[in-house]
């Protein structure tokens, strides 16, 4: 048994992008046993094609998660596959920079709904499994905006802050059912949510010269945390935000 304790634990991953991908595939590195969502056709395929993470049975299934019936079911159909559920990693989101008075409703409510409401819909269905076994872990994906006020990320930054605050209430809710709640928030990290701003004639530069640490996260940057969290290693460590971010919050 390695040191997390992960080998076996159930888990489902909700988005096969640069954060959720990651995640799958150091949960299968872990020995965890591991499905995924995404509604993203080409996303699903890179990891159905990847002969390690076949090799370690990573269920790989779609999902538009953009209602509480579809967190319900994401939930149950892994829940189905795996035999339980030990692990839930909440990995969607999207962001659309704009000023607020430039902001449609549409924009609004699309955010809110995947970045917020997708996560307490999945984490409802997920929390009364967990709970009804005594155990589990989930975590979810916070950001340095729900603590920056970054302009032009109005609908982003409200949703993390939420998100921030749902995970407490979760948390304090279950703690007593062996049942932790808590949240990575990276700062920029190069995947695709962030590539087209950061291509951006010197933006890459000016946003790491925002970090102490002198560069931009990585996707790997972020699983440890992630790991930790999952684990039974972390087993007392419940309602958390943890800043994965070079030290741009301390800035
Ligand atoms: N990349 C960063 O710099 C960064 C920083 C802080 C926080 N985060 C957060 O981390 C999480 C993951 O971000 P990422 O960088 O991997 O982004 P990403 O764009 O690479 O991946 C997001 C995934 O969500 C999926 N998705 C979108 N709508 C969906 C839907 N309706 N149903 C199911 N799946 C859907 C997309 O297909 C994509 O695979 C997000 O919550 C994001 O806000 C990212």
């Given at each position: 048994m390695g040191w997390l304790g992960l080998e076996g634990r159930r888990a489902l991953v909700m988005g096969a992008g640069g954060l959720g991908a990651a995640c799958t595939r150091a949960l299968a590195d872990a020995g965890a046993r591991s499905a995924v969502v995404d509604v993203a056709e080409a996303r699903l395929k890179s990891l159905r094609d990847d002969p390690a993470l076949a090799d370690a049975g990573v269920r790989v299934f779609p999902a538009d998660v953009t209602t509480s019936e579809a967190c319900e079911e994401a939930i149950a159909a892994a829940a189905g596959e795996l035999g339980g559920l030990d692990v839930l990693v909440h990995a969607v989101g999207t962001n659309d920079r704009r000023p607020?008075?430039?902001?449609p409703d549409e924009v609004w409510d699309r955010i809110v709904?995947?970045?917020?409401s997708s996560a307490f819909w999945a984490g409802r269905a997920a929390g009364r499994l967990m709970r009804a076994a005594g155990r589990g872990s989930m975590v979810f994906f916070s950001s340095v905006s729900s603590r920056l006020a970054h302009k032009h990320h109005a609908p982003y930054a409200a949703t993390k802050g939420g998100l921030d605050q749902?995970?407490?209430?979760?948390?304090r809710e279950w703690a007593a059912d062996g049942v932790t709640v808590n949240a990575v928030a990276p700062g920029y990290t190069e995947t695709e949510l962030t590539r087209s701003y950061l291509d951006k004639p010197g933006m890459r530069e000016e946003m790491a010269g925002l970090v102490p640490a002198g560069r931009l996260g990585t996707p790997d940057d972020v699983v440890g945390a992630v790991l930790f969290l999952a684990s039974q290693r972390a087993a007392f460590v419940t309602g958390q935000v943890l800043y994965v971010d070079g030290g741009r919050t301390l800035v």
């Open positions: 607020v008075v430039a902001t709904t995947l970045n917020l749902l995970v407490k209430v979760m948390a």
